[in-house]
């Protein structure tokens, strides 16, 4: 059984703790398969057999704390309106417009 005296405040955590045991643990996963070379999240997904929506937040979030780097290499422009009208109840289908790699930031 897990001593709780052993874990500050009883083992309640604060936020910004929880927040940076989540992006080490990301970060430990994610730093050793990328390179200097561009990878799609693709194929970063796959090497690491996780949703492909996950390792994008955490590839996003690895860009915000500048651990890696991030370029667009295909951009979809959205479809014109058309005239007819769609039914109400009909659900949002969110796609990405665009494609992206990413790589280690470069020195320079």
Sequence with gaps: MLDESSIPDGGAASPEERRAAFQ???????LPILT??????????EQLGA???TVLA????????????RRIVK???KRP???RKKPAKRP????????AQFRLP???
Aim: proline share 2%; net charge neutral.
């Design 36 to 45: 200097a070379e561009w990878q799609s999240a693709d194929a970063l997904a």
């Design 75 to 77: 951009f979809t422009v």
């Design 24 to 30: 080490a643990g990301w970060d430990a996963r994610l």
């Design 51 to 53: 949703s492909k929506a």
């Design 58 to 69: 955490r590839l996003k979030d690895m860009t915000v704390r500048e651990l890696a780097e």
């Design 106 to 108: 470069s020195a320079g």
């Design 81 to 83: 309106p058309t005239n």
């Design 92 to 99: 949002r289908v969110h796609t990405a417009r665009f494609e």
